[in-house]
């Protein structure tokens, strides 16, 4: 299945490097990415620190973040 990004957690690092809902991964390290398995398969060997660089398709837009992996997700709380 193509790899779209069906949700964004608050604070995640997709947040934080401005991916959004519905964006298609189309690369990552500059390797093309067609499917969620080989998105699985570039990120095996990832551990959390590490950076990676994800291209996404925006509808005609073509945008290229760079964000750090985490291990854990921060839990949510809402804002006081």
Known sequence: ?????????????????????GDVIIS????????????????GNKY??????LGVRRGEERIEKELVLVGELPKFAWPM
């Not at 299945?1 to 809902?21: D, M, N, T």
């Not at 959390?48 to 660089?53: L, P």
């Open 1 to 21: 299945a193509e790899p779209v990004i069906e949700y964004v957690s608050w604070r995640s690092p997709a947040r934080l490097a401005g991916f959004q809902k």
């Open 28 to 43: 990552a390290d500059g390797k093309p990415i067609e499917r969620r398995a080989a998105l699985m398969h570039q990120l």
């Open 48 to 53: 959390a620190g590490d950076r990676i660089t």
